[in-house]
Each structure stands twice: as structure tokens, then as C-alpha cells.
């Protein structure tokens, strides 16, 4: 349905055009708000035009929510997300794929069933586990009656016990499975050729050297694509750190921000300073513009899968 | 260099068997062709030679030594694919090097080597490019320089020809004719193209649903088809069959023609119904009634120092391949003339080949 006549032109740079407001124009106001001082930020009808405050906002923004030590914080967190995830997903589909086995369709769909299941909806049995990450085997032991048996043969009262609260491991492991991209791995694996496998097998490269020298090259594109949604999933995470982290220094940006950001509640004398919350946004986003700006290239082709 | 010794191998996949039971020795240093349609179970025999399928059961040897349980990479063989199956992101010389450096040859002696390899196919300027780069024939090139520079003992090949066109097919086949006179490796290659078998083969293994129909060399299996299968197969253009009854000193058509049996032939099996191959190179037309049956001309195809005459008998269809121009009319019976000698005599129900030393076993047949 490829059609060109002016009109149709017309409409559909219109509607892209909209579109590009709609998404634009939000962002545009941040920007507006963050270059205001204090009383043009605040004045109504709201200013459309930037101020020249821009850099002395950002400035107290970054020194008010430490924003040093949460960038740190948040590009180790992200960080071990993204390799995690991309490591993870790749066996799992490596295994899911290559190997014949009786549990290979159980495990994909226990796999991609977790698709339903987002850290927002199991997020009250993940806090019980990252309390005590040890907490089921306990539960295991208990109920098996070996708990029972230890402290009956040695006298020894087992309780397992792995806090993750408060930990960099904490953040992480939770975040680390991931549905989707085992699946985006899953399928550009089945897009490999028998034969390739086959050639690498009479040329003597065991499972292992195949994962490693021919899959893994062969893939770049897709994992340059997966790491970046999942740079930018993982930088944007607000809700599991501010459940599991109570100790500021191992804060994250997204949800440090929030405590830039005016409160309602708070009736007396706090200033809205909504031009200081914006400068703050705006610096919270760089990194994932700049990734996704960086991986841009790399990132549609692992999408589209035309790299072959 | 090794001798191959496949014994009552068979292949089912759950309780569909696709090779039933096959035997077959291959001497050191032969070239084989396993030659058959597609689905007659000539690529799941080399595969399991290679070490990709398992063996449901019987046995395999290679050199003395049973592979059944070894890997592939343990069994000393190299394969060559169909579509190549070169690893994209690698270079031509890292394609050729692989296995020895999976192998864990030192990166110096390897890449001399490849050089010299890459050289004895034509592939020396090639060496940095990537497969995406190169055509098909080269392809077929690097695929075959990766086989060869690991000095298997047994080469072998799937279809490997099947995906370039038809001139760099041939060329590819002397390529490989060369390739074997020079490292005389034991070689199994699988086609269903028989000119390839018939040119490449020293001896040719014709498979049909799982079973091997006939092995010999190409000159055996073109000359005595050990079955009507086989005779269908193997010729170009294709043998004629006419099915008839053995009379003394010939075979009775239905419409009364007669085709001319050698007399040991024709006393062995006297009174049997049998299937007549005819080669349609090995018929001449004569004029109408001069022949061993009269038949309509249809119309004659040129095939440049010859022509293929296609003629209507009964409700059959046969052709003649001539070389000289006969005065054919369409519409117009034409006598075609049957030497005793190159009548190709089958059985009727089993479609095996009659021969006639069968005489001696059944001298009861002899009228």
C-alpha cells in the first residue's frame, strides 16, 4: 500500500506532526520550567519562553539530591541489569533452542508466562524473598522435617538467612529475568540455520565454543538492542528501589528526583521550587538519551533482524 | 584415509522407519554416489555417516572402528553442505581455520595453512572477505577448502551443487573430481542429480524409499538396471517401458508387435509377463512396418546433435533419440526397430531385472 499523491502527503505529515507535538511539547515545558527562577516558574498564565537560569538550577539540583552519588548508585544498578539480563536471556535461549530436550516448550512458556507477572504485580512476595533470600529453602527444610532432623542429630537450630535489602544485589537480582528478552534471543536463534549448527559440530566446536565464537558474534545487533531498552528500563526504575532500599546512600536517581519534586502534603513553609524538580529532571534523562542516541543504529537493526 | 562398513543400518523417527536395513562397503580411497529422489533416505544415511543423526540401529564403521556412540567431531570426517553453512561473521581464512583452531593449532601454523589451502581452490585473494561477499561458486569454494584443510579421512557431501547454476555446476564437479584424484580421501556424496553421480562416482549407490535399489559402477547401472526403478533413473532422456508376454524368441505386445529377446533370454523366462526397458538412444526409426512396432510421431525436440522424437503407442508415450532426420510426419505411424541386445527385461510384479542364467535355476521353465 504504497500510494503517493499530494494530499494523502499532506494528511499524513500532519498526523505525524501531531504526533510529534503531543510527545514534544511536554518535554519543551520541562525545559521552559527549568530555566526559570523561582517567581517567573511560579507565575501565571505559565511562561513559554526559557529563562536564563538553566545551569544555576541544574546546579542546585545536583547538589540537593546528591545527584553524584545516585548516578553512581543507579550506573552500577543499571549496569549489572543490563549484563545480567542479556547473559541470562541468551542461555536461557540458548538452552530453549538448541537442545532437544523433553522440557524445552515447558520452559519457554514458563518463561514467557512470567511476561504476565511484572515486578509490580509479585512485587510483595519479591520483597519477602529479598528480605531473606534463603527464606525458601527454610520454608523447604521445614516443612521436609529436616530442620527438624539437623537440630535433632547436632543440635544445631538452622535458620537460613540472606538479606538483600539495602544492597546493590538486592536492586539487581530482582530485575535481572527477563521474558522479553529471551524471547527477542528465541527467535533470532530459530532464525540460525541447521546446517550452521551442524558445520560447527563436524568442525569439532562443542556447545560452549559455539555459544561463544559463533552465536554470541553473530548476535551483536540483538543484544546492542536489548541493552538498550533495558539500559533505560532499568534507569527508570522508581517503584523496587524505593521499597527495598531505606538507606539513601544506595538511592537511585528516579527515585530521588521524586523528592525534589514539591509535596503536596506539606502545607507549610515549603516553596514549590518546580523549576529546581524540572532542572533535576532533565539531568536524570541524558544518559538514556545518550545511550539510545548512541545505540540508535545497532538498536533497529536487532529489531528488525535484517543484518544477515 | 579409511574404508567405511555400514551393516543393516536403520533410521526410524518414532515408528516411521526412513532407512530400512542398509548394507554397504566402501573401499579406501573410493568415490561413492548415493544417487536417489528426494525422501529416499540418501541424506539421513550420510548423516548419520557424519555423526548428525543417531543410528537406530546396525552398525557403522570407519577404518575398523564402530562410530555409533562418537561424536562427529571424534569420527574423522568432513562435510560439505548444501547451502554452504559458512559462518557469516567470519572472514574466508577464519572460515577455512576454524576447525583447527577449535582443534587448538597455533594461530602461525594455521594461518599457513589456510594460505596454501585457499590457494589449491582459488581463494587466495579472498581471504578477508566475508561470505556476503563472495558468489556462490566461491562460496562452494571455501566450504570445500574448510573440508579439506582438516585432512579427513572420509569427505562427505550433501547435495553440495545443488544451489549454483548449471555451468558452474559442472565446473564445480571437476573441481571436485580434481580435488579427489589428488588427496584420494574415502568421499560419500549425495545427490539426486544423475549426471552428477554418473560423471563423479566410481561407483554409484541408487537409492529408493529407504533402500538401496543397485550399486555398480555408473557403466553397470546404466547398462544392466538392476530394476525398472534403477532403468527410470538413471538415463537421459528416459528409458521407454512397454509391458508385454515372453513368447519364444521375443515379447509379445498387446497389439501384437514384437520385440526381438536374445534367445537365452527369451527360453529362460518363456510365458512370464515383463515390463521392456528401452533406452531411447539404443532405438532406430525405420518406415512404417519395417519395424518391431509401429507407433505415431507426435514431435521431435532439438537437442543440437541430436533429436528426441516423442511417438504415441497405445496409450503410452516413448521416445527415440536420433541423430540423423528421419521423415517423420505429425499424425503418422513410424516403424521403430528393437535390437535383441539392448532390451532391458523386468519382471512384471517384482520389476526386478531377468536375467538369464536364472535359466539354470529354473530349467522347468523351458519349453
Same mark, same amino acid.
Given at each position: 500500500?504504497?500510494?503517493?499523491?499530494?494530499?494523502?502527503?499532506?494528511?499524513?505529515?500532519?498526523?505525524?506532526?501531531?504526533?510529534?507535538?503531543?510527545?514534544?511539547?511536554?518535554?519543551?515545558?520541562?525545559? +521552559?520550567?527549568?530555566?526559570?527562577?523561582?517567581?517567573?516558574?511560579?507565575?501565571?498564565?505559565?511562561?513559554?519562553?526559557?529563562?536564563?537560569?538553566?545551569?544555576?538550577?541544574?546546579?542546585?539540583?545536583?547538589?540537593?539530591?546528591?545527584?553524584?552519588?545516585?548516578?553512581?548508585?543507579?550506573?552500577?544498578?543499571?549496569?549489572?541489569?543490563?549484563?545480567?539480563?542479556?547473559?541470562?536471556?541468551?542461555?536461557?535461549?540458548?538452552?530453549?533452542?538448541?537442545?532437544?530436550?523433553?522440557?524445552?516448550?515447558?520452559?519457554?512458556?514458563? +518463561?514467557?508466562?512470567?511476561?504476565?507477572?511484572?515486578?509490580?504485580?509479585?512485587?510483595?512476595?519479591?520483597?519477602? *524473598?529479598?528480605?531473606?533470600?534463603?527464606?525458601?529453602?527454610?520454608?523447604?527444610?521445614?516443612?521436609?522435617?529436616?530442620?527438624?532432623?539437623?537440630?535433632?542429630?547436632?543440635?544445631?537450630?538452622?535458620?537460613?538467612?540472606?538479606?538483600?535489602?539495602?544492597?546493590?544485589?538486592?536492586?539487581?537480582?530482582?530485575?535481572?529475568?527477563?521474558?522479553?528478552?529471551?524471547?527477542?534471543?528465541?527467535?533470532?536463534?530459530?532464525?540460525?540455520?541447521?546446517?550452521?549448527?551442524?558445520?560447527?559440530?563436524?568442525?569439532?566446536?562443542?556447545? *560452549?565454543?559455539?555459544?561463544?565464537?559463533?552465536?554470541?558474534?553473530?548476535?551483536?545487533?540483538?543484544?546492542?538492542?536489548?541493552?538498550?531498552?533495558?539500559?533505560?528500563?532499568?534507569?527508570?526504575?522508581?517503584?523496587?528501589?524505593?521499597?527495598?532500599?531505606?538507606?539513601?546512600?544506595?538511592?537511585?536517581?528516579?527515585?530521588?528526583?521524586?523528592?525534589?519534586?514539591?509535596?503536596?502534603?506539606?502545607?507549610?513553609?515549603?516553596?514549590?521550587?518546580?523549576?529546581?524538580?524540572?532542572?533535576?529532571?532533565?539531568?536524570?534523562?541524558?544518559?538514556?538519551?545518550?545511550?539510545?542516541?548512541?545505540?540508535?543504529?545497532?538498536?533497529?537493526?536487532?529489531?528488525?533482524?535484517?543484518?544477515? | 584415509?579409511?574404508?567405511?562398513?555400514?551393516?543393516?543400518?536403520?533410521?526410524?523417527?518414532?515408528?516411521?522407519? *526412513?532407512?530400512?536395513?542398509?548394507?554397504?562397503?566402501?573401499?579406501?580411497?573410493?568415490?561413492? *554416489?548415493?544417487?536417489?529422489?528426494?525422501?529416499?533416505?540418501?541424506?539421513?544415511?550420510?548423516?548419520?555417516?557424519?555423526?548428525?543423526?543417531?543410528?537406530?540401529?546396525?552398525?557403522?564403521?570407519?577404518?575398523?572402528?564402530?562410530?555409533?556412540?562418537?561424536?562427529?567431531?571424534?569420527?574423522?570426517?568432513?562435510?560439505?553442505?548444501?547451502?554452504?553453512?559458512?559462518?557469516?561473521?567470519?572472514?574466508?581464512?577464519?572460515?577455512?581455520?576454524?576447525?583447527?583452531?577449535?582443534?587448538?593449532?597455533?594461530?602461525?601454523?594455521?594461518?599457513?595453512? +589456510?594460505?596454501?589451502?585457499?590457494?589449491?581452490?582459488?581463494?587466495?585473494?579472498?581471504?578477508?572477505?566475508?561470505?556476503?561477499?563472495?558468489?556462490?561458486?566461491?562460496?562452494?569454494?571455501?566450504?570445500?577448502?574448510?573440508?579439506?584443510?582438516?585432512? !579427513?579421512?572420509?569427505?562427505?557431501?550433501?547435495?553440495?551443487?545443488?544451489?549454483?547454476?548449471?555451468?558452474?555446476?559442472?565446473?564445480?564437479?571437476?573441481?571436485?573430481?580434481?580435488?579427489?584424484?589428488?588427496?584420494?580421501?574415502?568421499?560419500?556424496?549425495?545427490?539426486?542429480?544423475?549426471?552428477?553421480?554418473?560423471?563423479?562416482?566410481?561407483?554409484?549407490?541408487?537409492?529408493?524409499?529407504?533402500?538401496?535399489?543397485?550399486?555398480?559402477?555408473?557403466?553397470?547401472?546404466?547398462?544392466?538396471?538392476?530394476?525398472?526403478?534403477?532403468?527410470?533413473?538413471?538415463?537421459?532422456?528416459?528409458?521407454?517401458?512397454?509391458?508385454?508376454?515372453?513368447?519364444?524368441?521375443?515379447?509379445?505386445?498387446?497389439?501384437?508387435?514384437?520385440?526381438?529377446?536374445?534367445?537365452?533370454?527369451?527360453?529362460?523366462?518363456?510365458?512370464?509377463?515383463?515390463?521392456?526397458?528401452?533406452?531411447?538412444?539404443?532405438?532406430?526409426?525405420?518406415?512404417?512396418?519395417?519395424?518391431?512396432?509401429?507407433?505415431?510421431?507426435?514431435?521431435?525436440?532439438?537437442?543440437? !546433435?541430436?533429436?528426441?522424437?516423442?511417438?504415441?503407442?497405445?496409450?503410452?508415450?516413448?521416445?527415440?533419440?536420433?541423430?540423423?532426420?528421419?521423415?517423420?510426419?505429425?499424425?503418422? !505411424?513410424?516403424?521403430?526397430?528393437?535390437?535383441?541386445?539392448? +532390451?532391458?527385461?523386468?519382471?512384471?510384479?517384482?520389476?526386478?531385472?531377468?536375467?538369464?542364467?536364472?535359466?539354470?535355476?529354473?530349467?522347468?521353465?523351458?519349453?
Amino acid at each position: 500500500m504504497i500510494e503517493r499523491t499530494p494530499i494523502l502527503n499532506i494528511v499524513t505529515h500532519l498526523i505525524l506532526l501531531s504526533g510529534l507535538i503531543l510527545m514534544i511539547f511536554p518535554m519543551y515545558l520541562v525545559l +521552559v520550567a527549568a530555566s526559570l527562577d523561582l517567581k517567573d516558574v511560579s507565575a501565571i498564565p505559565p511562561k513559554m519562553f526559557p529563562g536564563d537560569q538553566l545551569w544555576v538550577n541544574m546546579g542546585v539540583a545536583w547538589e540537593k539530591a546528591k545527584f553524584g552519588e545516585k548516578f553512581l548508585n543507579t550506573f552500577i544498578v543499571a549496569f549489572g541489569v543490563v549484563v545480567g539480563k542479556i547473559v541470562l536471556a541468551c542461555i536461557t535461549a540458548f538452552g530453549i533452542v538448541f537442545f532437544d530436550h523433553r522440557l524445552r516448550m515447558p520452559i519457554f512458556w514458563a +518463561v514467557f508466562i512470567t511476561l504476565m507477572l511484572p515486578l509490580e504485580v509479585r512485587i510483595v512476595p519479591t520483597y519477602a *524473598v529479598a528480605a531473606n533470600a534463603l527464606q525458601p529453602f527454610q520454608v523447604f527444610m521445614d516443612v521436609t522435617g529436616l530442620t527438624w532432623a539437623i537440630n535433632a542429630v547436632t543440635g544445631i537450630e538452622v535458620a537460613l538467612e540472606w538479606n538483600l535489602l539495602n544492597s546493590y544485589t538486592g536492586l539487581i537480582m530482582p530485575l535481572v529475568a527477563t521474558a522479553t528478552g529471551t524471547f527477542l534471543y528465541r527467535q533470532f536463534f530459530l532464525t540460525i540455520p541447521d546446517e550452521l549448527v551442524e558445520a560447527a559440530k563436524m568442525d569439532g566446536a562443542g556447545p *560452549v565454543r559455539f555459544l561463544r565464537e559463533i552465536l554470541v558474534p553473530l548476535s551483536v545487533t540483538n543484544i546492542a538492542a536489548l541493552a538498550t531498552i533495558m539500559f533505560v528500563y532499568s534507569w527508570n526504575q522508581y517503584l523496587w528501589p524505593l521499597l527495598v532500599i531505606t538507606d539513601q546512600s544506595y538511592g537511585m536517581v528516579a527515585v530521588e528526583l521524586g523528592r525534589l519534586v514539591p509535596k503536596i502534603t506539606s502545607t507549610g513553609g515549603e516553596v514549590a521550587k518546580w523549576n529546581i524538580a524540572m532542572a533535576g529532571t532533565l539531568i536524570v534523562m541524558v544518559p538514556p538519551i545518550l545511550v539510545v542516541i548512541f545505540m540508535q543504529r545497532w538498536f533497529v537493526r536487532g529489531l528488525i533482524n535484517t543484518d544477515k | 584415509m579409511a574404508n567405511i562398513s555400514i551393516s543393516d543400518v536403520r533410521k526410524s523417527y518414532g515408528k516411521d522407519e *526412513v532407512v530400512h536395513g542398509v548394507n554397504l562397503e566402501i573401499a579406501n580411497g573410493e568415490f561413492i *554416489v548415493i544417487l536417489g529422489p528426494s525422501g529416499c533416505g540418501k541424506s539421513t544415511l550420510l548423516r548419520m555417516i557424519a555423526g548428525l543423526e543417531s543410528i537406530s540401529a546396525g552398525q557403522i564403521a570407519i577404518a575398523g572402528t564402530v562410530v555409533n556412540d562418537l561424536e562427529p567431531r571424534e569420527r574423522g570426517c568432513a562435510m560439505v553442505f548444501q547451502n554452504y553453512a559458512l559462518y557469516p561473521h567470519m572472514t574466508v581464512a577464519e572460515n577455512i581455520g576454524y576447525a583447527l583452531k577449535v582443534s587448538g593449532m597455533a594461530k602461525a601454523e594455521r594461518l599457513e595453512k +589456510v594460505r596454501v589451502v585457499a590457494a589449491s581452490v582459488g581463494l587466495s585473494e579472498f581471504l578477508d572477505r566475508r561470505p556476503g561477499q563472495l558468489s556462490g561458486g566461491q562460496r562452494q569454494r571455501v566450504a570445500m577448502a574448510r573440508a579439506i584443510i582438516r585432512e !579427513p579421512r572420509v569427505f562427505l557431501f550433501d547435495e553440495p551443487l545443488s544451489n549454483l547454476d548449471a555451468k558452474l555446476r559442472v565446473q564445480m564437479r571437476h573441481e571436485i573430481r580434481r580435488i579427489h584424484n589428488r588427496i584420494k580421501a574415502t568421499s560419500v556424496f549425495v545427490t539426486h542429480d544423475q549426471q552428477e553421480g554418473m560423471t563423479l562416482a566410481d561407483r554409484l549407490v541408487v537409492m529408493n524409499k529407504g533402500n538401496i535399489e543397485q550399486v555398480g559402477t555408473p557403466e553397470e547401472i546404466y547398462h544392466s538396471p538392476a530394476s525398472v526403478y534403477v532403468g527410470g533413473f538413471i538415463g537421459s532422456p528416459a528409458m521407454n517401458f512397454l509391458s508385454g508376454q515372453i513368447v519364444a524368441g521375443g515379447v509379445m505386445l498387446a497389439n501384437g508387435g514384437k520385440i526381438p529377446l536374445p534367445q537365452a533370454l527369451a527360453v529362460a523366462h518363456n510365458g512370464s509377463l515383463a515390463q521392456i526397458g528401452l533406452r531411447p538412444e539404443e532405438l532406430t526409426l525405420v518406415p512404417a512396418g519395417k519395424g518391431a512396432f509401429d507407433a505415431t510421431f507426435e514431435f521431435s525436440e532439438e537437442l543440437g !546433435p541430436s533429436r528426441l522424437y516423442h511417438f504415441q503407442f497405445e496409450d503410452l508415450t516413448l521416445s527415440v533419440l536420433s541423430a540423423d532426420k528421419p521423415p517423420v510426419e505429425q499424425g503418422k !505411424p513410424m516403424g521403430i526397430r528393437v535390437e535383441a541386445g539392448s +532390451v532391458h527385461l523386468f519382471a512384471a510384479d517384482t520389476g526386478k531385472r531377468l536375467r538369464a542364467r536364472e535359466a539354470v535355476a529354473q530349467p522347468e521353465l523351458v519349453v
